[in-house]
């Protein structure tokens, strides 16, 4: 029972600890480690003070940190369990790092590496290299910090790590450059930004990208430093949207590790019923010669035995019922915030991106000193800001729309007026990339939808056929008509939609995730969206497509007819 209440309060604490509430974290383990050792459970104690050692090391209280550690190596020796033993060296390593204590840190480093060593685990033999290496570049001892990186490297390709290769590179690129050995520093960068693009590395991407944009500014490539600085802002900017969302991950977790304190106060009540139990039956034992008056109390106790439980159950079902409330309410925000960031991080991606590239242009111009071109800027910084505004307010509309509250208010709207703010928003998109696209359609047709959806849907299929055409292609956008309807026609030459895809294309079942032609990445959202919002405005939507030659989408909205 005692080991069970063990593992329970590390769940908690490991829950607190995600949700950043550490001082309770430790609270937990504390608990957690008494409750081993009322079983004299060396393991159980042991992993408490390891994660005891990892909180007060978050907190900052490194000399609390470097204590627990101590402690589980020195149950760790006694058991001889080489690889815990071999970790909790390298945990307490990172400790004495962080107090500056440079010369114990690396002999902590060195005894994991020889444990490593002996058990034959290459990946912590390669970590134990790799994090004395930067102990070196953080003491510049650039020299020691370019062998142990390295060899950490090599280690790591040979089990195919590829998330600590891609690190432990950036790293070395950063020393390499230091040194003045541009050419290696920026060949093992790109390397690394490779690997990381094809295992979905975002925080290797993004620091890869900085990383080169800093070297190819510092050799004057002005050109490749500015594409890798959009690189990274796109990174950067992804990567902190995915925080938010973490960060609302973190009411689920605090509903669960309250679902688990219940549990666990249940399982306390039961020990304490047991236990009152227990000294019932050393009364009735100790009073066996007052039959009557034992037989009385007996039924006394029992009767507040059964009470007692009735009330508890009755506490503990109310209890659950609230969870479960909270815990279905949870679920439904959790799913709508889910597709709400989601939503934010696609549509806003493009829009955003070109405001980066424009900031990059409006330097070269200041330095040339060309003020024909600023004002050209000028103006498409003007038109994109109001075009981003609107894309903003209909993003709200669509969340509405999750909500059961979406303003869907069908008009008389020309075609034009559905395309042409779309081309102008993605024209800058189109231009870097080297795209020929549609400048702006001219139609006659006028279509009976709600503009904001249907502008919406357009806005969303130009995007995504920009996305995965490749540079030098086309990107067309026609109307024409077909019986009572007006079909928006948009067509690519680009790489295509696989025929495993297509049946699930305007869904949310199967894999999702593609990359586009410049490493943009796509969810198969805005596809989805594309549906909705075409069912509501009484339409549909066919697409014909095969590999390396293109897609074509048609979207068929209802014609106006006046009454």
Known sequence: MNNLIGAAQIVMGD??????????????????????????????????????????????????????YKRSIDIYLSLNDTLR??????????????????????????????????????????????????????????????????????????????????????????VLAEQGHFREAIELDIEALKLARKEGLKEQIRDASLQLSELYSSQSNFKKAHYFQSQYI??????????TVRKMADLRTEFEVGLKQAEVDLKQKEVDLLQKEAYISRVLLAAGGVFVI???VVVVVLWQLYHMKVRAANVVRRKRQVIEGQHRRVLQLNATKDRFFSIISHDLRGP????????GLIQLYIEDGDYVELKRIGRILENS????????????????????????????????????????????????????????????????VDVNSATTTI??????????????????????????????????????????????????????????????????????????????????????????????????????VEE
């Open 352 to 359: 955003i991106s070109n405001f980066s590239g424009v900031a």
């Open 385 to 448: 800001s109001h075009e981003l505004s609107t894309l903003l307010d209909n993003l709200l509309d669509w969340a509405m729309n999750q909500q059961g509250v979406f303003p869907y208010d069908p008009e008389e709207v020309s075609a034009e007026e559905i395309c042409n703010p779309t081309l102008r928003v993605l024209s800058n998109s189109a231009n870097a990339k080297n795209i020929t696209m549609t400048e702006e359609v001219h139609s006659e047709y006028m279509v009976h």
């Open 459 to 560: 806005r969303n299929l130009v995007s995504n056929a920009l996305k995965f055409t490749p540079e030098g292609g086309t990107v067309t956008l026609t109307v024409e008509r077909e019986g009572d309807y007006a079909v928006f026609v948009v067509e690519d030459n680009g790489i295509g939609i696989p025929e495993d895809k297509m049946k699930n294309l305007f869904g949310f079942d199967g894999e999702r995730k593609r990359w586009g032609t410049d490493g943009e990445k796509g969810v198969g959202l805005g596809l989805n969206l594309v549906r909705e919002f075409v069912e509501l405005n009484k339409g549909k939507v066919t697409v014909t497509s095969k590999e390396s030659q293109g897609s074509c989408f048609r979207v068929y909205f209802p014609l106006f």
């Open 294 to 296: 034992l037989l009385l």
């Open 15 to 68: 829950g607190q600890r995600l949700s950043g509430n550490l001082k309770t974290a430790i609270r937990h383990y504390v608990d957690a480690a008494k409750y081993y050792q009322f079983d004299d459970d060396s393991v159980g104690v042991s992993t408490c003070y390891l994660s005891l050692g990892g909180t007060y090391h978050v907190l900052g209280d490194y000399d609390k940190s470097i204590e627990y």
């Open 234 to 243: 796109t990174y950067r900017d992804s990567i902190n949207n995915e925080e």
């Open 85 to 174: 033993l071999a970790s909790a060296y390298l945990n307490i390593s990172e400790s004495y790092r962080k107090e500056m204590n440079i010369d114990s840190a690396i002999i902590y480093l060195d005894e994991a590496k020889s444990f490593y060593d002996k058990i034959n685990y290459t990946i912590g033999s390669a970590y134990a290299l790799g994090n004395k290496g930067l102990i070196y570049k953080n003491i510049n001892e650039s020299s020691l910090a370019v062998k142990y990186l390295s060899e950490a490297i090599l280690l790591l390709k040979e089990v195919g790590d590829s998330y600590s290769i891609s690190y432990f590179s950036v790293e070395l690129s950063h």
